[in-house]
């Protein structure tokens, strides 16, 4: 198995999450998110450094997979491959612990639903720039 991967296409696959991210958790669903989690503001000025960075590295790890089962595929396949790992995967999996863990739907639709965009955009981002 040759798997080759575009280091840079991983690189901004990675820095997508962190937009997707800024957008979702702060201009589209801060409150609504917040509320479900139970994190309150003064939780969130504390260990900023620890989840930033860890964040990125998961993301980079994210990337590094999902770039190798894109491939050389190209754009449509990468999208596709990212909504599906997004929706088919991570979604479901979340499912699976919010409902054993009784969290909200509330916060279950805003994190599965962010991991759904973040992934497709990743998938789109590397199927572009690696096919």
């Known amino acids: 198995m040759d798997i080759q991967i575009n280091w840079l296409a991983v690189l ?14 702060s201009l589209l669903f ?11 503001d003064e939780q ?19 990337a590094v997979f999902l770039a190798a ?20 995967w991570v979604a479901t999996a979340l499912g699976v612990n919010y409902l054993f863990e009784r969290r909200s739907l509330t916060l279950f639709a805003i994190n599965a639903s962010y991991n759904v965009v973040t ?4 998938g789109a981002i590397i199927g572009a720039m690696q096919g």
Not at 12 to 25: E, I, N, P, S
Not at 31 to 40: D, H
Not at 44 to 62: D, N, Y
């Open 12 to 25: 901004l696959a990675a820095l997508a999450t962190f937009v997707v991210g800024g957008l979702w958790y």
């Open 69 to 88: 089962f894109i491939g050389r595929a190209g754009f449509a396949f990468g999208t596709l491959a990212g909504l599906a790992a997004g929706l088919g």
């Open 30 to 40: 801060a409150k609504p998110w917040q509320k479900a989690a139970g994190v309150s």
């Open 44 to 62: 969130l000025k504390s260990g900023t450094a620890r989840v930033f960075v860890g964040s990125f590295i998961l993301a980079l790890v994210m």
């Open 119 to 122: 992934f497709t955009a990743m």
